[in-house]
């Protein structure tokens, strides 16, 4: 079962997740072989969240996972959304045909009814329904996109369909090799 989780930060909680890098790391290494992607978000050079989309049992594991990580329990988030997800591409980030550099990257939540576009653009790094936890409904959409901008980057959810539409600048994450 894929669920995706988004850790929003809690406004000034950058030196506390600088203080806890070490640990997060750690921790998401115990999930490495099940993440399809992950990385930070950010406005400007301001960290303002985390995103983990990865492989797990059930919604228990998937709570666990999101509520045991050491940001959320020292208070670093202000939020977390953890939905259920379908990979509609079928690969993880690191399986990207366009790689790992160039263009700027996205992540483009779409939360209601909308349609996205189909899945075939070669932009999409990671893309897939947001879903209720028994998997039969959508609730919106999640993509991690490389576009020029953050308008291109929200061209990938059609019009106004979405209740709202939240574009942050993404970058691919994890321990440094």
Avoid: K
Wanted: net charge negative; hydrophobic share 40%.
């Amino acid at each position: 079962m894929e669920f995706f989780c988004f850790h929003r930060d809690r406004v000034g909680s950058t030196p506390l997740r600088e203080r806890l890098v070490e640990e997060h790391w750690a921790y998401m290494d115990r999930f490495a072989d099940r993440m399809i992607a992950r990385g930070p978000t950010f406005d400007g050079e301001v960290l303002t969240g985390s995103v983990h989309v990865l492989d797990l049992p059930d919604p228990a594991a998937a709570r666990a996972f999101a509520f045991d990580e050491p940001g959320y329990q020292a208070g670093a988030y202000r939020d977390v959304l953890l939905r259920r997800w379908r990979n509609a591409l079928g690969r993880t980030m690191w399986q990207f045909p366009g790689g790992p550099g160039g263009g700027n990257r996205y992540l483009v939540l779409g939360l209601g009814a909308g349609e996205p576009v189909p899945a075939e653009r070669d932009d999409l790094i990671a893309f897939g329904p947001l879903l209720s936890d028994d998997g039969g409904t959508t609730l919106g959409t999640a993509a991690l996109v490389r576009a020029p901008d953050p308008d291109a980057a929200r061209a990938v959810l059609t019009g106004g369909e979405y209740a709202t539409v939240e574009v942050r600048a993404w970058r691919p994450g994890g321990r440094p090799g």
